[in-house]
């Protein structure tokens, strides 16, 4: 049974840093992707960062690259999402996703998925 939580998130003023994490049970991280998502009030789910065994090229949205920076601790099967200099832009629920493959910014291509974390950045 595949289990997703994410944490970290929290209350910041623009130019703050907050550290996500996703912990996983169930999924082993050396075949699967995994990947942060996030959704905005009234707007679509977005995929901002995406890391996978089998590319070692992390992916970005263009909207959080040179801010926001993804890695993974494979041996306690956890996620980070590193983010530094935050704009309310970046405000809304940060969900992790794993899946076995390849890495992918469309939430369909996730079959699993953490309860979310809320992110609020004010001006």
């Known amino acids: 049974d595949v289990q997703l939580q994410a944490s970290g998130g929290g209350s910041v003023q623009t130019g703050g840093s907050l550290r996500l994490s996703c912990s996983a049970s169930g999924v082993s991280f050396d075949v699967s992707a995994i990947a942060w998502f996030r959704q905005a009030p009234g707007k679509e789910r977005e995929g901002v960062s995406c890391i996978s065994s089998g590319n070692n090229v992390p992916w970005y949205v263009d909207s959080v690259k040179g801010r926001f920076t993804i890695s993974s601790d494979d041996a306690k099967n956890m996620v980070f999402l590193q983010m530094d200099s935050l704009e309310p832009e970046d405000t809304g629920v940060y969900y992790c996703?794993?899946?076995?493959?390849?890495?992918?910014?469309?939430?369909?291509?996730?079959?699993?998925w953490g309860q979310g974390t809320q992110v609020t950045v004010s001006s």
């Open positions: 996703a794993a899946d076995v493959g390849r890495c992918s910014f469309l939430p369909r291509a996730f079959q699993f």
